[in-house]
């Protein structure tokens, strides 16, 4: 606990340092600006519905956070063009993927708690609909392994489905172990690869 | 290829040749004997890369990977006559000459034993675009003759290849020659299967944003896409006896086992298992269906009726198994089966459950039976990529088809002709 404070914390100053150019740069490297919200989900509840837990209103943090303090952060701040938009809001944290163990299609902690943060953002943000790839990693067989893509893309459906996203706005697809994001062929690799990559679509 | 016109017919009985010693047995997966016959040069004045590379060279392996003939050396720059094939221990002497008729080769094939006597006589006519063509047929026809049933050189395979971005299907020949692409998408398709009178194959493409299957033919024309109304649409396979094409369906996640009409009509659930079912295959005989489920807590190969009834699990070696497909004869299933961490390709007897590995460097999956039974079809990324392979049934005589770009999901055509 003790550590995921301490996490937080650093976190906090990391905001504190990058937030602001953050705004001005939408170059900025991923790593940075991610781990704040690292830090923040470790500390939430899955379901976020109150502000008791108060980062400094940032452009890096879940709309859920900052609804309160901030201008709301609105989809107008994407961009239109939907592939930048993707990028965008998966580097601010708005739609996050959900990562799975090795031949499972279970949501753990984590990818709940990815969802529920991407849940919430879907529903305020009915204008975009979604895509929902399952993704495998390279061990398996390709048939299988189509398979346990759409099993896993479906788990993911269901569950944003049950947070109260429209079923009707949700799509899934299983491209098994056919596009890797990681080409590596070690354990790093393979657990990026195991996920259900949120896509949004208009 | 019908273009391609048999003219001459013997020009002397050409049974004579299935009537001497000639009729051999052959096992269904290793020579019994073989016949030594010596092959020259062809008689031409084709340039040598011409006729090599285009003829000679395929003819020439097709006869000593046919395990009926044995090509007996013979020393350089001597002319062969009945007399030096007879002290070489040869059998036969196969004579072929090459010439161009306007637009047309024109190749001729006599057979004489070492009586000199002329046991087998033809002769062929092509497109210059079709000396490979008919050089798969001349040896299809020498193997016919000898052993009364067909090889496998005419016959095709089937694969996937990211060669000019996008995974598309192409076809080959059996020895990996003639690679062509048969599908335009511009994304994702993958993982073909043959229609049992090699006329058509259904595959699975991503280009409408979800996955769907697709029939196409192999002269061209449109293709045709299947509607199920189901997620997933992958590891379509042909029924050997009618319309029907099981793969795999998916509804809320479960996928399952389903067939639907190669109409799109009268779609069929044949599993209802929670568990993820995969991968079916049916038996040649089309009475049963393998396929590949998690029922048990891992991948593994289970056979049931074809109208999805009577399951019955086979593997039970190795953590992971999936991509079973059937031997012609349907006593055998191939499979690809995980040991030691690494993927192999597994042998295994229907009715004993006895199998054996058939030991390869680096992974090695989706096998596909050639339609005589003796050779097999597999993906390999012994390379660093993958890549597409063929063995005999015991492993040996490896051959790579496959080099340019990741190549994968091959399927033989059923047919021999």
Same mark, same amino acid.
């Given at each position: 606990m003790s550590k995921a404070l301490k996490g937080f914390l650093c976190g906090l100053v990391l905001v504190a340092l990058i937030a602001a150019p953050a705004c001005r740069h939408k170059t900025t490297? %991923?790593?940075?600006?991610? &781990?704040?919200?690292?830090?923040?989900?470790?500390?939430?509840?899955? %379901?976020?519905? $109150?502000?008791?837990?108060?980062?400094?209103?940032?452009?890096? &943090?879940?709309?859920d =956070?900052? $609804?309160?303090?901030?201008?709301?952060?609105?989809?107008?701040?994407?961009s239109t063009n939907i592939e930048e938009a993707n990028r965008q809001a998966q580097l601010r944290g708005f739609i996050k993927d959900a990562f799975f163990g090795y031949d499972e299609a279970a949501l753990g902690a984590d990818a709940q708690s990815a969802l529920t943060d991407s849940a919430n953002w879907l529903k305020k943000n009915s204008q975009y609909n979604l895509l929902v790839e399952g993704h495998c990693d390279e061990r398996g067989t390709?048939?299988?392994?189509?398979?346990?893509?759409?099993?896993r893309a479906n788990i993911?459906?269901?569950?944003?489905?049950?947070?109260?996203?429209?079923?009707?706005?949700?799509?899934?697809?299983?491209?098994?172990?056919?596009?890797? =994001?990681?080409?590596?062929?070690?354990?790093?690799?393979?657990?990026?690869?195991?996920?259900?990559?949120?896509?949004?679509?208009? | 290829m019908r273009r391609l016109l048999v003219l001459l017919l013997p020009l002397m009985a050409s049974s004579a040749l299935a009537q001497t010693q000639i009729t051999t047995s052959i096992g269904q997966n290793q020579a019994a004997t073989s016949i030594p016959i010596i092959v020259p040069r062809p008689d031409t004045t084709l340039p040598l890369d011409v006729y090599n590379r285009q003829? !000679? @060279?395929? *003819?020439? /392996?097709?006869?000593?990977?046919?395990?009926? *003939? @044995?090509?007996?050396?013979?020393?350089?720059?001597?002319?062969?006559?009945?007399?030096?094939?007879?002290q070489l221990k040869a059998q036969f002497i196969l004579l072929t000459s090459i010439k161009v008729e306007g637009q047309e080769y024109v190749v001729e094939v006599r057979v004489i034993d070492t009586n000199n006597a002329t046991q087998f006589g033809k002769r062929y006519r092509g497109t210059q675009g079709a000396l490979t063509r008919m050089a798969h047929i001349i040896a299809n026809d020498l193997v016919r003759m000898a052993n009364g049933k067909p090889s496998v050189f005419l016959t095709q395979i089937a694969f996937a290849s990211n060669r000019d971005g996008n995974f598309e299907i192409y076809l080959m020949d059996w020895d990996g020659g003639n690679q062509r692409r048969i599908t335009q998408h511009h994304a994702l398709s993958i993982l073909p299967?043959?229609?049992?009178?090699?006329?058509?194959?259904?595959?699975?493409?991503? *280009?409408?944003?979800?996955?769907? +299957?697709?029939?196409?033919?192999?002269?061209?024309g449109a293709r045709v896409k299947v509607r199920t109304g189901?997620?997933?649409?992958?590891?379509?396979?042909?029924?050997?006896?009618?319309?029907?094409?099981?793969?795999?369906?998916?509804?809320?996640?479960?996928p399952d086992i389903y067939v639907v009409r190669d109409d799109s009509s009268n779609l069929r659930r044949l599993t209802t298992d929670s568990s993820?079912?995969?991968?079916?295959?049916?038996?040649?005989?089309?009475?049963?269906?393998?396929?590949?489920?998690? /029922?048990?807590?891992?991948?593994?190969?289970?056979? +049931?009726?074809?109208?999805?009834?009577?399951?019955? /699990? +086979?593997? !039970?070696?190795?953590?992971?198994?999936?991509?079973?497909?059937?031997?012609?004869?349907?006593?055998?299933? @191939?499979?690809?089966?995980?040991?030691?961490? /690494? *993927?192999?390709?597994?042998?295994?007897?229907?009715?004993?459950?006895?199998?054996?590995?058939? @030991?390869?460097?680096?992974?090695n999956e989706q096998p596909t039976w050639s339609p005589d039974g003796r050779w097999l079809a597999f993906q390999s990324n012994r390379s660093g990529q993958w890549q597409i392979y063929r063995m005999r049934l015991d492993g040996t005589d490896i051959q790579q088809l496959t080099f340019d770009g990741e190549n994968k999901d091959p399927d033989w055509s059923k047919k021999p002709e």
């Open positions: 490297p %991923v790593k940075p600006v991610t &781990q704040p919200d690292t830090a923040a989900s470790m500390t939430v509840p899955p %379901v976020p519905t $109150t502000t008791t837990v108060a980062p400094p209103p940032a452009i890096t &943090q879940p709309s =956070f900052v $609804t309160e303090t901030a201008p709301r952060v609105t989809s107008e701040e994407l390709e048939q299988y392994n189509l398979a346990l893509g759409d099993r993911v459906k269901q569950f944003l489905v049950t947070l109260g996203v429209d079923a009707g706005r949700i799509r899934t697809v299983s491209y098994g172990e056919e596009r890797p =994001f990681d080409p590596g062929h070690d354990e790093a690799a393979w657990a990026k690869n195991r996920r259900a990559h949120l896509v949004l679509v208009k | 003829f !000679f @060279a395929p *003819f020439t /392996r097709d006869l000593t990977y046919s395990g009926i *003939f @044995a090509l007996t050396p013979y020393p350089p720059n001597v002319p062969i006559d009945a007399a030096l094939a007879k299967s043959w229609s049992p009178d090699n006329e058509r194959m259904v595959y699975t493409s991503f *280009f409408g944003g979800t996955s769907d +299957m697709y029939i196409i033919s192999r002269r061209g189901l997620n997933l649409n992958t590891s379509a396979t042909f029924s050997p006896v009618g319309n029907d094409i099981a793969f795999v369906g998916s509804v809320n996640g479960n993820i079912e995969s991968t079916p295959e049916w038996s040649p005989n089309g009475r049963q269906i393998s396929f590949t489920s998690g /029922r048990g807590g891992t991948p593994q190969i289970y056979i +049931m009726d074809a109208e999805g009834s009577n399951v019955r /699990r +086979m593997s !039970f070696e190795g953590d992971w198994n999936d991509d079973a497909t059937w031997s012609p004869t349907g006593e055998e299933i @191939a499979y690809t089966s995980r040991v030691n961490g /690494r *993927f192999q390709v597994r042998v295994q007897n229907v009715a004993t459950g006895q199998s054996r590995i058939l @030991a390869g460097e680096g992974s």
